[in-house]
């Protein structure tokens, strides 16, 4: 699809530079399906035209997204959004559109002003830092063997994450959650493939119990944090 219309609306008196309104922009209309892969963006000198802004900033914006792979530049084609793969990729490692609008709805119905409790978040990260990191999750599926249970046992002497285990014959919805909700998962090297065709994070980190190639893994599992 082409858009001959205006997509954007840009702010000059925000404290937000122009090129960062415009990238998050495209980016929120990316993650909420607004823009889907292949679609036609503006060009650069129409898009300028439409708000009144110097043609690099355009430039330099959609550059950045094509670095991130979220846009490809062709010639002959114009400037488009990424295949589906790249933009589920991106959608699987930026889940957080809908929760963003959960709390600018929840701002708002509270009277706050919408912008300034985001710029007030910032201003907290600057001044304070990121909040502390939640401990890493493992969990240990149809894991028994005695291989399985010492990781299981220096990982709780040795850290406080959160340990989980559960069996496969448990039911596929509650499978499915818990893979969901660890970073580690530890289990046996049969059944490993099958889990991993589950996930679909590659941050997510499926160890098998067992295997050679996994070594690396299990010994990072026992780092204190």
């Given at each position: 699809m082409e858009y001959s219309r205006a997509l954007f609306k840009i702010d000059s008196d925000s404290s937000l530079p122009i090129h960062v309104q415009i990238k998050?922009?495209?980016?929120?209309?990316?993650?909420?399906?607004?823009?889907?892969?292949?679609?036609?963006?503006?060009?650069?000198?129409?898009?300028?035209?439409?708000?009144?802004?110097?043609?690099?900033?355009?430039?330099?914006?959609?550059?950045?997204l094509k670095e991130d792979g979220l846009l490809t530049i062709q010639r002959g084609k114009g400037t488009q959004v990424?295949?589906?793969?790249?933009?589920?990729?991106?959608?699987?490692?930026n889940p957080y559109f809908s929760f963003?609008?959960?709390i600018m709805n929840k701002a708002d119905d509270a009277g706050y002003h919408v912008e300034n409790v985001l710029l007030s978040g910032f201003a907290y990260i600057q001044l304070f830092g990121q909040p502390l990191k939640r401990e890493r999750r493992y969990l240990f599926v149809e894991c028994k063997m005695s291989s399985c249970i010492f990781y299981l046992d220096e990982i709780k002497r040795m850290t406080s994450a959160e340990i989980h285990k559960i069996d496969v014959s448990t039911s596929k919805n509650a499978l499915m959650k818990s893979l969901q909700d660890a970073d580690f998962i530890i289990t046996r090297s049969d059944i490993a493939e099958n889990l991993k065709s589950y996930i679909n994070?590659?941050?997510?980190?499926?160890?098998?119990?067992?295997?050679?190639?996994d070594v690396s893994l299990l010994l990072e599992m026992l780092v204190p944090q």
């Open positions: 998050e922009q495209i980016k929120l209309l990316i993650g909420k399906d607004l823009l889907k892969p292949g679609d036609i963006l503006p060009s650069t000198n129409q898009l300028a035209n439409q708000l009144s802004i110097n043609r690099n900033t355009i430039q330099s914006v959609y550059s950045q990424a295949s589906v793969e790249k933009i589920n990729q991106f959608k699987t490692q963003l609008e959960q994070d590659d941050r997510k980190k499926v160890i098998s119990v067992g295997s050679t190639n």
